[in-house]
């Protein structure tokens, strides 16, 4: 039961980290696509999105080869791990409009074709490009906590700072 609560916690942590990160990228993509009267669903799309990402973020911390640039200088690690997320994200992405595509041509080159030709093709690297930042700002929040201690960072964030006389 204490494992259940404690992966409920962590998902909970990271699904409200990514909530935030996507909905501003998505607000920002809203008002952007608001000059061509294209619409969009900010809300529901960043509350999805942040479930999936978080959900796997701990699957994918707990496989062994995201150890793989444990011993090497920090920001090496950062840099490893938002590749990989990103690139997993680009993946699932491509599969996701290559489906869609399919559907609709009925054949493979088409749905490639019609997908680069799309006036989707340049929002969709945008949104991996800012999906980028955020796992960069996860994964860089990540080692500052394990630098000062597991949960220091939230109290460094969300405590009160200590005035000098409480210091003394």
């Known amino acids: 039961m204490q494992a259940l ?9 990271l699904a409200l980290f990514f ?15 608001k000059e061509y009267s294209i619409s969009s669903y900010v809300l529901s799309k960043a509350f999805v999105g942040s479930l ?10 707990m496989s062994p080869w995201m150890e793989r640039f444990r011993g090497s200088a920090r920001y090496v690690s950062v840099l ?10 680009l993946i699932i992405g491509l599969i996701e409009r290559l489906i869609d595509g399919y559907l609709k041509t ?19 690297l945008a949104t991996i490009l800012c999906i980028a930042v955020v796992f960069l700002i996860h994964n860089i929040f990540t080692e500052i906590d394990t630098y000062l201690g ?14 000098q006389q409480n210091r003394l």
Do not use: D
Request: proline share 3%; aromatic share 18%.
């Open 19 to 33: 909530f935030i990160g996507f909905g501003y990228i998505l607000l920002l993509m809203k008002l952007f696509l």
């Open 52 to 61: 999936i990402a978080a959900k796997a973020v701990v699957l994918m911390e």
């Open 5 to 13: 609560k404690r992966e409920l916690k962590k998902i909970g942590s």
């Open 150 to 163: 597991k949960g220091n960072l939230l109290k460094f964030f969300f405590n009160r700072p200590q005035t």
């Open 80 to 89: 490893y791990k938002t590749f990989v997320y990103t690139l997993a994200v």
């Open 106 to 124: 009925k054949s493979i080159s088409g749905a490639i074709e019609l997908f680069i030709n799309s006036e989707h093709f340049y929002p969709f």
